[in-house]
């Protein structure tokens, strides 16, 4: 299926899809790098789903790999022009196949932190932050869509304090489901993120 959108990705297609995943990849990565997650995501899900894994617009600094935007120094102005552009992306997988609010976006590390941020300006059926942190100029209105949040206890790239900050504050703002799990890991996906998902089915 093809999308006039601003953002290269891949996918897996579905024809007949009635739920749709997109990922947003980690810095140092590329739009394959979640595909297999997405794929178990599906697989464990009785719905069909359609895969779309986006690929991050600028070159690493170490020439291999993908990323959102600067970050050795942090460039939040780039990051904001990012958001904006991967904000009229998910807008326009807002169809009438597919609406937003039958679409889970999901996000690690720099993905999630874009993920969180243009995903909490619109109306999405869940959003699952991996191993994230907020932008600077962040903040959660008042009613936000369905949030899961893992984190790794002893991950030292993303200090589990950064997850721990966006759920409080969506808590104190939203009535929507919001939950926070932290597991014995590192700046990794959970082993256990796809059952967690696949519990929350309930939402759609």
Known sequence: MKYDIDHEFVSISSQTATHRIILTHGWGADADDLLALGKEITEKINLDFEVISLRAPGLHPSGQGRQ???????DWKGAEVEVNKLLGTLKKFD??????RKTILLGFSQGAAMAIDAGFKLNLGLIVSCSGYPHPTWLPKNQCPPLIISHGLYDDVVPIEASRFIYEKVK???SNFCELIEFDGFHEIDLNLVNIISSKMSIF
């Open 68 to 74: 959102w935007y600067g970050l050795y120094p942090h």
């Open 95 to 100: 169809t009438d196949h597919i609406s937003l």
């Open 172 to 174: 104190k703002k939203s």
